[in-house]
């Protein structure tokens, strides 16, 4: 079973267009995370949900809009879709608000033409 | 948030030592040392954390000093699989309201 699940794999869209990415854990965890990384391969933080209540957003373009339906999905939805939006988006979890082992996702590979 | 600081890129043959040191100079009190690896097109896996001395497990150590303003990750006996960027982290372990900061991270290229 796949501990943190992320759809799709790759996304491939034009500028403009809105899109989301989809993410699931059946670890049972509270906390659960977006991270953006970019061609530098720099990891960073984006937003940060804790039993489906925001607790971190990381200077984050509004374009951006998580949502969690329940504390075992974070969904992330983008609106018009710019070429720096371009990345690796990566979800990921953990059992509380403690900085303990985090649980990534494969990650979704988001290119923006 | 504390800021940390490693090599940019490494090499090692094959069945050698593997020491990574990361620099973190202004961590506080409650912070945690964190490292973490990433092949190409996976997301990052969870190696080991430490606060004070030494931890081990089952993939690598971490050693810290008495200061704790930089911590050194060994991973015995590397292979080619274990070819990945290694990053160090430091946070603070019992808040998740700071976000954790992942840095530029070290390139360990082991050769056959």
């Known amino acids: 079973d796949t501990a943190v699940s992320q759809t799709p794999k790759y996304l491939v869209t034009q500028m403009g267009n809105d899109k989301s990415i989809k993410c699931e854990q059946n670890l049972g965890h509270d906390t659960m995370y977006w991270y953006k990384q970019d061609s530098k391969k720099f990891l960073k933080i984006m937003f940060s949900?804790?039993?489906?209540?925001?607790?971190i957003n990381e200077t984050v373009p509004n374009r951006f809009s998580p949502k969690s339906p329940d504390k075992a999905h974070l969904n992330l939805h983008i609106n018009s879709l710019e070429l720096g939006d371009s990345a690796v988006y990566f979800c990921a979890s953990t059992p509380g608000l403690a900085h303990n082992e985090q649980f990534f996702g494969p990650g979704t590979r988001l290119t923006v033409l | 948030l504390a800021k940390t600081t490693q090599p940019i890129s490494m090499d090692s043959y094959e069945g050698q030592e593997v020491n990574i040191t990361c620099s973190h100079n202004?961590?506080?009190?409650?912070?945690?040392i964190t490292w973490y690896q990433q092949f190409p097109s996976q997301g990052p896996r969870f190696i080991i954390q430490?606060?004070?001395t030494k931890v081990t497990n089952e993939v690598a150590s971490l050693f810290i000093p008495a200061d704790r303003k930089s911590s050194t990750l060994s991973l015995p006996r590397v292979s080619l699989s274990d070819t990945a960027v290694y990053y160090c982290?430091?946070?603070?372990?019992?808040?998740?309201?700071?976000?954790?900061?992942f840095g530029k991270g070290t390139r360990l290229s082991v050769i056959a």
């Open positions: 949900y804790n039993n489906k209540e925001l607790i």
């Open positions: 202004n961590i506080a009190t409650n912070d945690y």
């Open positions: 982290l430091v946070g603070v372990g019992n808040s998740g309201n700071t976000p954790l900061v």
């Open positions: 430490g606060y004070k």
